[in-house]
């Protein structure tokens, strides 16, 4: 069943993607300092050397890779624009270190515009969050080789652009979304409802009061226009609101020429997010199905046991009191341990991704919390141990299936299966020797994480239903809380609740579905085998993919 739902996912996200006679390109080529760099290439149809295009550089943010950009890419090829979107330095499958090079956006530039069919007076280039220091980047390397520019969540200036102007860049929209959780970052005001008042902005716009949204300050033709946009979302969300991306469309709609005069309004994107979406689910259900089927083979037949027991005949006061203590820690400790992790583990050639680091410190130390809650606030002794091999060579055989599906579908249909910042790609053999260093952590997490959680919650007499409920509750309950916490505030107050990290807070949004995965496979498995380590050793082997693969590279690493 799950590699039925995959081809359906993986064939609508392919259809959406190329619809009108649109081809996808998966590229390499040559950048600064004898980097090499990644993108996707969309070409319309009958765009040709003798029929040249206008054309857009796209470029997704801090750790994402170029198929966030898709939105934006599949709308912009839909009217006619040669799209490159690019994977950032240390990003997706170009060259590490992060942040070296100008990000690769001056490299990106010279290469579209090296392409024989693009109208080289006609180039846009659009970047979202880092994207945007990218692509700003590229015009202060290349001042006359593009026209207009949107920054989508974005800046000029400090950290890491030029300081922006009433004339450079050239024709720039502003796409900041009234709820972003970076505008101190990037415009120096505490809400991003206040972006308008931002004397940063206000500089770049060249006006003395607040900054009208909507209204274009400047002249296209000279080259000085600027408009401020605020769709209703978030940083994040610029990627999945038809708003944020229909502002772009109608920037370069009024600043480039040649493409084809297609509504804003008129938006097919969601539907290759839903295809990938299904992918997804199809991986999740596939792994599951995958593991089933072994435990029918004679290989892996002596793996099929019932669970032994219980740790709780009923739920107590002490059993409620263990689940507090396994939902709510992991996110009482997050900032705390992944600050440290940055402190103690800076990039290196042994640990070159240092977001993935601090993950690995935070779930090891939690993994050690779990182990010892054990000794204190114990129920019931369970034996659910079992067959350390067995279920090591299963996991390896369940996963590797699994990658199986997504290794074809990025080659048979150039996609990955994601949905929004929920993303599992296929790695780079670089990433593979990095996964392989970083798998050692994430298995002790969830040997340690997994055992506690059935043989130190489990409850004799749950039904299924129950189990299942229970146990995805005790892994994600407290990061569905947070994340409540503080997007309730977000909404209300304009601001995050504790918005002094807003870029872990937003990779905590990837925990909360995650979590909900790894306590479905692994109470899968226990169910059928009376063991945590098949879940254990399945779940470390995916998460770890699933990170490493997703995360910048900050240290080079050949």
């Given at each position: 069943?799950?590699?039925?739902?995959?081809?359906?996912?993986?064939?609508?996200?392919?259809?959406?993607?190329?619809?009108?006679?649109?081809?996808?390109?998966?590229?390499?080529?040559?950048?600064?300092?004898?980097?090499?760099?990644?993108?996707?290439?969309?070409?319309?149809?009958?765009?040709?050397?003798?029929?040249?295009?206008?054309?857009?550089?796209?470029?997704?943010?801090?750790?994402?890779?170029?198929?966030?950009?898709?939105?934006?890419?599949?709308?912009?090829?839909?009217?006619?624009?040669?799209?490159?979107?690019?994977?950032?330095?240390?990003?997706?499958?170009?060259?590490?270190?992060?942040?070296?090079?100008?990000?690769?956006?001056?490299?990106?530039?010279?290469?579209?515009?090296?392409?024989?069919?693009?109208?080289?007076?006609?180039?846009?280039?659009?970047?979202?969050?880092?994207?945007?220091?990218?692509?700003?980047?590229?015009?202060?390397?290349?001042?006359?080789?593009?026209?207009?520019?949107?920054?989508?969540?974005?800046?000029?200036?400090?950290?890491?652009?030029?300081?922006?102007?009433?004339?450079?860049?050239?024709?720039?929209?502003?796409?900041?979304?009234?709820?972003?959780?970076?505008?101190?970052?990037?415009?120096?005001?505490?809400?991003?409802?206040?972006?308008?008042?931002?004397?940063?902005?206000?500089?770049?716009?060249?006006?003395?009061?607040?900054?009208?949204?909507?209204?274009?300050?400047?002249?296209?033709?000279?080259?000085?226009?600027?408009?401020?946009?605020?769709?209703?979302?978030?940083?994040?969300?610029?990627?999945?609101?038809?708003?944020?991306?229909?502002?772009?469309?109608?920037?370069?709609?009024?600043?480039?020429?040649?493409?084809?005069?297609?509504?804003?309004?008129?938006?097919?994107?969601?539907?290759?997010?839903?295809?990938?979406?299904?992918?997804?689910?199809?991986?999740?259900?596939?792994?599951?199905?995958?593991?089933?089927?072994?435990?029918?083979?004679?290989?892996?037949?002596?793996?099929?046991?019932?669970?032994?027991?219980?740790?709780?005949?009923?739920?107590?006061?002490?059993?409620?009191?263990?689940?507090?203590?396994?939902?709510?820690?992991?996110?009482?400790?997050?900032?705390?341990?992944?600050?440290?992790?940055?402190?103690?583990?800076?990039?290196?050639?042994?640990?070159?991704?240092?977001?993935?680091?601090?993950?690995?410190?935070?779930?090891?130390?939690?993994g050690l919390i779990v182990f010892a809650l054990g000794f204190v606030l114990r129920g019931q002794r369970v034996e659910a141990r079992g067959d350390v091999l067995g279920s090591?060579?299963?996991?390896?055989?369940?996963?590797?299936?699994?990658?199986?599906?997504?290794?074809?579908?990025?080659?048979?249909?150039?996609?990955?299966?994601?949905?929004?910042?929920?993303?599992?790609?296929?790695?780079?053999?670089?990433?593979?020797?990095?996964?392989?260093?970083?798998?050692?952590?994430?298995?002790?997490?969830?040997?340690?994480?997994?055992?506690?959680?059935?043989?130190?919650?489990?409850?004799?007499?749950?039904?299924?239903?129950?189990?299942?409920?229970?146990?995805?509750?005790?892994?994600?309950?407290?990061?569905?809380?947070?994340?409540?916490?503080?997007?309730?505030?977000?909404?209300?107050?304009?601001?995050?609740?504790?918005?002094?990290?807003?870029?872990?807070?937003?990779?905590?949004?990837?925990?909360?579905?995650?979590?909900?995965?790894?306590?479905?496979?692994?109470?899968?498995?226990?169910?059928?085998?009376?063991?945590?380590?098949?879940?254990?050793?399945?779940?470390?082997?995916?998460?770890?993919?699933?990170?490493?693969?997703?995360?910048?590279?900050?240290?080079?690493?050949?």
């Open positions: 069943m799950g590699w039925v739902i995959i081809l359906v996912g993986a064939l609508l996200a392919h259809f959406i993607q190329t619809s009108g006679g649109v081809s996808i390109r998966d590229i390499r080529f040559n950048g600064t300092n004898g980097q090499v760099l990644s993108g996707l290439l969309y070409v319309p149809p009958e765009v040709t050397a003798e029929n040249k295009a206008p054309a857009i550089l796209a470029v997704h943010g801090y750790i994402n890779s170029r198929e966030t950009q898709a939105g934006f890419a599949i709308e912009y090829a839909r009217r006619g624009y040669v799209v490159l979107a690019l994977d950032q330095s240390g990003h997706g499958y170009s060259d590490a270190p992060a942040f070296a090079n100008g990000f690769g956006g001056p490299a990106a530039l010279a290469y579209l515009r090296s392409l024989d069919l693009v109208d080289v007076d006609n180039i846009g280039l659009e970047g979202h969050s880092m994207g945007g220091w990218t692509v700003l980047a590229a015009a202060a390397t290349m001042p006359d080789a593009y026209k207009a520019v949107v920054l989508e969540g974005s800046s000029t200036g400090a950290p890491f652009a030029q300081e922006g102007s009433t004339e450079w860049p050239r024709n720039l929209a502003v796409v900041f979304s009234k709820y972003d959780e970076f505008s101190q970052l990037m415009w120096g005001v505490d809400r991003a409802q206040d972006t308008p008042s931002s004397p940063k902005l206000q500089s770049v716009f060249g006006a003395t009061e607040a900054v009208v949204p909507g209204q274009v300050y400047g002249d296209i033709a000279a080259g000085t226009a600027r408009v401020l946009q605020m769709p209703n979302t978030t940083h994040p969300g610029d990627h999945i609101s038809p708003e944020a991306i229909g502002y772009s469309i109608d920037w370069f709609a009024q600043t480039l020429d040649g493409a084809e005069p297609i509504p804003s309004s008129d938006q097919i994107w969601l539907w290759k997010e839903i295809g990938t979406l299904i992918a997804l689910v199809g991986f999740v259900v596939l792994l599951a199905g995958t593991f089933e089927l072994l435990l029918g083979t004679q290989a892996f037949a002596r793996l099929r046991k019932a669970p032994s027991g219980a740790a709780y005949a009923a739920r107590n006061g002490k059993w409620w009191l263990t689940f507090a203590i396994s939902a709510f820690v992991p996110v009482l400790t997050y900032f705390l341990f992944l600050g440290w992790g940055a402190q103690l583990l800076p990039g290196s050639a042994l640990l070159p991704q240092t977001i993935t680091s601090q993950i690995a410190f935070w779930a090891v130390l939690n090591l060579l299963i996991a390896l055989a369940t996963v590797g299936i699994g990658y199986l599906f997504v290794l074809a579908a990025a080659f048979l249909f150039t996609v990955d299966f994601r949905f929004w910042v929920v993303a599992l790609k296929p790695l780079s053999l670089v990433q593979a020797k990095i996964a392989l260093v970083y798998l050692v952590p994430f298995t002790l997490f969830f040997v340690l994480a997994l055992r506690g959680l059935h043989t130190g919650l489990s409850v004799a007499g749950d039904s299924r239903f129950t189990q299942y409920l229970s146990n995805i509750a005790a892994l994600a309950l407290g990061f569905l809380v947070f994340l409540v916490i503080e997007y309730g505030n977000l909404l209300i107050a304009g601001h995050l609740f504790m918005f002094s990290d807003p870029l872990m807070t937003v990779v905590a949004i990837q925990f909360l579905p995650l979590m909900a995965i790894i306590a479905f496979l692994s109470t899968f498995t226990y169910r059928r085998t009376g063991s945590y380590l098949p879940g254990a050793f399945i779940n470390a082997l995916f998460v770890t993919w699933y990170i490493v693969a997703g995360q910048a590279t900050q240290f080079p690493v050949s």
